[in-house]
């Protein structure tokens, strides 16, 4: 299964928060876009909704970044847990399954910027 990134739009991707017209932060997208490039899976894991949502998707595709699935499980955590239905397994959790949540509120985005991608893609795609 390939390393799955779950991350958070407002004060993350994009400075400002949610009332806010919000300005892209190039390095933190240039990040995520390096783990999509080295085969990682890219959750959008946000609290909005309706057009404000629409509106994030939005912008994140005017900087190139799209996203494999958006506040819900990647495929292959999907597809992982179908495989697991028959043990009882479900995907009626609203739980977003991932190896790393960036989220300015956990104080990790200083941390992901010195995370070698390539390497962390190889080692969970071999799990």
């Known amino acids: 299964m390939p390393f799955v990134l779950a991350v958070d739009y407002d004060d993350t991707l994009f400075s400002g928060g949610i009332e806010a017209e919000g300005t892209a932060k190039e390095e933190i997208i240039n990040k995520v876009k390096e783990f999509k490039e080295n085969g990682a899976e890219i959750v959008l894991w946000t609290c909005r909704e309706g057009i404000g949502l629409k509106e994030a998707v939005k912008k994140c595709k005017e900087v190139g970044l799209e996203f494999d699935s ?13 495989g697991k239905e028959k043990e009882g397994w479900t995907l009626a959790s609203r739980k977003i399954l991932a190896d790393f949540y960036l989220d300015d509120k956990a104080f990790n985005l200083d941390f992901f910027l010195k995370v070698k991608v390539k390497e962390t893609c190889d080692q969970f795609a071999n799990r």
Do not use: R
Not at 71 to 81: D, G, L, R
């Open 70 to 82: 958006i506040n819900e499980n990647s495929p292959s955590v999907v597809k992982y847990i179908m």
